[in-house]
Each structure stands twice: as C-alpha cells, then as structure tokens.
C-alpha cells in the first residue's frame, strides 16, 4: 500500500527557534497533503491544505505566517513552525490523497512530536 | 468542523468480548475510514468502505455503513490486550472535497 513518510517523527526545541516537518509520498504523487495536529487525548484538527504549485489553504483559526506550509513538489510537503512555543507543542500529523477511482484512500504520515521548551 | 462523532467516547471491556463502536456523520460522503491510534502514535489505517458498500470485513474487524442514517459501525471481534488503542472515523466528503475530516475517537481498553 501507499506510504507517507514524515520526517522527524520527534523534535525538542527551545523557544523562539523555528522548526520544519516534512511529509513525503513514497510511492505516489500527491498534488495535495493535508497536515493535522492533534492535542494530548484530542481529535486531529485539519490545519491546512498544501497545495503543489499554490499557496496553501489554512483553516479558521490557524496562523498562516506562524505555520508556513510549502509544498516544493509532487511528493513533499514541509510545515515550518516559526518562533516555536511552548503552546506549540503537539503531535503533527501529515496525510496525503491518493486517487482511486471516483474516491480518495488517505495515507497518513506516522507524526511528528513537537515539543517546545 | 468535525464530521464524525464516535461513540461511545470510552469503552473498557475484557479480553475476549467483542468491542463495538459508532461513528455518526452529517453530510453526505464519497468514503468513510478507520484508524487506530497506539497511545504517542502516529493512525494505522484499519479499513476504508465506500458509500456504495454495506459492510466490509478484514480479520477480526467488521465495518457496517449506513447511509441512510448516516452511521458506521466497528466491530472487533475476540478482542486482544494489544488492540487496547483510541479508534477514530474519518470522512471524506462527496461533492469533490477529499479532506478527512475526524472525530474525537473512541478510547478502547481490553483487560487481559
């Protein structure tokens, strides 16, 4: 079956610093990711929707210029946390589409675990 | 905002018995999905049925979707310590928008 990568599964940082995730499809292309993050015993909340060769679409509520999300080709999407904090820690998880049909099968990225200091 | 709503929200059973959960949506949908969360990780895709399927198996999981009601089932039959994790439904929605969209999941716990 399809597989997401992301990269780095865990990340510790200090405040103020900016960190980057990245989401790859390793064997599809994937013209559109979505990247999710889920709070301790929560739901998984859509952030946004990455756009190959377009900006990025945020949900309501989601800083655009604090998670700045770039989709560089048909196989990687990264998310940049900018001047993490400590309220930024989370668990981030990445899908990406793959077309089937008339219908789409998401494939989810195994997370990454932000935690800021 | 969330399109499935699991149910119950937590479900504590012994090993053995089987585990049923629920997810209720609202609008219509071109597929619907289950995951499994291990406490600190990443989904594990369990099954997707689409919405001309009724019922799809695969080892001891049993999905149902009704349509018509607007609900899916999940049923685990002969549960194991080891499938003690949260398990969450996801939708996408028909009409060309393929975003997952979660529900708060359900917190499965089987006894040994």
């Known amino acids: 079956g399809a597989v997401v990568s992301q990269h780095p599964s865990r990340v510790i940082c200090k405040s103020g610093t900016s960190v980057k995730i990245e989401c790859r499809s390793l064997?599809?292309?994937?013209?559109?990711m979505f990247w999710y993050r889920q709070f301790p015993k929560k739901s998984l909340m859509l952030m946004a929707t990455?756009?190959?060769?377009?900006?990025?679409?945020?949900e309501q509520g989601v800083e655009k210029d604090k998670f700045l999300i770039n989709h560089a080709s048909l196989t990687l999407s990264t998310l940049t946390v900018t001047s993490a904090h400590p309220e930024d820690s989370s668990f981030y998880i990445c899908?990406?589409?793959?077309?089937?049909?008339?219908?789409?099968?998401?494939?989810f990225g195994p997370g990454t675990r932000l935690t800021v200091l | 905002s969330q399109q499935g709503e699991e149910d119950p929200q937590a479900l504590s059973i012994q090993e053995g018995e089987n585990a049923t959960m629920n997810c209720s949506y609202k609008?219509?949908?071109?597929?619907l999905q289950w995951y499994r969360q291990n406490s600190g990780r990443g989904l594990v895709h369990l099954i997707l049925?689409?919405?001309?399927?009724r019922e799809k198996h695969s080892g001891r999981l049993r999905v149902t979707l009704d349509t018509s009601k607007k609900s899916s089932s999940l049923l685990i039959t002969a549960s194991r310590a080891a499938d003690t994790a949260s398990y969450f439904c996801?939708?996408?929605?028909?009409?060309?928008?393929?975003?997952?969209?979660f529900g708060r999941g359900t917190s499965l716990i089987v006894h040994p």
């Open positions: 899908s990406a589409p793959r077309l089937a049909g008339i219908t789409n099968e998401q494939f």
């Open positions: 064997d599809f292309q994937a013209t559109t």
């Open positions: 990455s756009n190959e060769g377009s900006k990025a679409t945020y």
């Open positions: 609008t219509s949908i071109n597929n």
């Open positions: 049925i689409r919405s001309n399927e």
């Open positions: 996801a939708t996408a929605a028909s009409g060309g928008s393929y975003i997952p969209t």
